[in-house]
């Protein structure tokens, strides 16, 4: 496995040049999900696709910007299924950016997750890396190297607000939660960029990141394989909660399709149980 994390930090560094150096324009392309693809997300997924074609553990890839399973190694044992520049059309503004890596082994679902890590493309480049030993561990990288700041763990209750979707299409009981939420000092924090969003709620120490279902996505926007669930994993492994509308842990999703979707909520404990209460889920 740490052959698949070095081989994450050798990625984020040629991700963040190409962020840093290359067109930011629209390639002619479309993604599987038929949304317009960014030079940078055709360059992103290339630069990773290539650099695990020399780890022969990783059997296959799965990726948000392409259909299907591509085969690697067939002796491998871990798919990797992965959004290569997470929130690329940021990437424009000068907003933070990010790579989502989901580490499985068997069939694509929640429980065969074994491990899971992110890179934030930001004033630096940060990298967060989990597995079932333990906390998430916290890396920065300076000079090309990354070094270890810390493990990460989520306070019962903080006061960061994250609200996904467009208000105008949540549901009144999402609102009600929402505003509430803001009526007891939390801190509105939206960037629309999910991976620096949710990484700033586990290092600020918490609060809740949403993306219910709304009128307009009513299976909400975020893929369960390549964004959900490696979060969901690395919010629990930090002593918090990550589920769907229905109270579920996100842990426990089986996607039917790769580029399958789910409401999903991430957060410490004293913010998840409220909205429990407001979805009126049975506990
Ligand atoms: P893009 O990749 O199209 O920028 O979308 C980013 C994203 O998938 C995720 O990173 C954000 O959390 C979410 O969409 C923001 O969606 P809304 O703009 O609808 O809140």
Sequence with gaps: MQSIFETIKKIAIKIDYAIKTEDLG????????????????VKSDYIIELAFNDISIVKALV???????????????????????????????????????????????????????YVVYGPRIELVIATKKGKPLHYRATEGLFNFIGEITLKEKWNINAPGGTQQNWS??????????????????????????????????????????????????????????????????????????KGKRLMELVPKHPHDTSPCFFGSNYEIEALKKAYKVKT
């Design 26 to 41: 629209y390639s002619d392309s479309e993604n599987s999900s038929g949304e317009e693809q960014l030079k940078l997300d």
């Design 63 to 117: 990726s948000e910007e392409k259909e299907g399973v591509l085969e690697l190694h067939p002796n491998g044992i871990y798919t990797i299924c992965y959004d290569p520049l997470d929130g690329s059309s940021l990437a424009d503004v000068n907003l933070s950016v990010g790579s989502i890596f989901g580490i499985y082994k068997g069939e694509l679902k929640g429980e065969n997750l074994i491990a899971s890590a």
């Design 172 to 245: 009144n009981h999402h609102k009600t939660f929402i505003d509430a939420l803001f009526g007891e000092g939390y801190r509105l924090r939206y960037s629309g960029g999910m991976v620096p969003d949710l990484h700033q709620i586990l290092l600020k120490g918490g609060g809740i990141f949403s993306y219910p279902e709304t009128s307009d996505k009513p299976d909400g926007k975020l893929r369960q394989l390549f964004e959900i669930i490696p979060f969901a994993f690395i919010y629990e492994q930090a002593g918090g909660q990550a589920i769907d509308s």
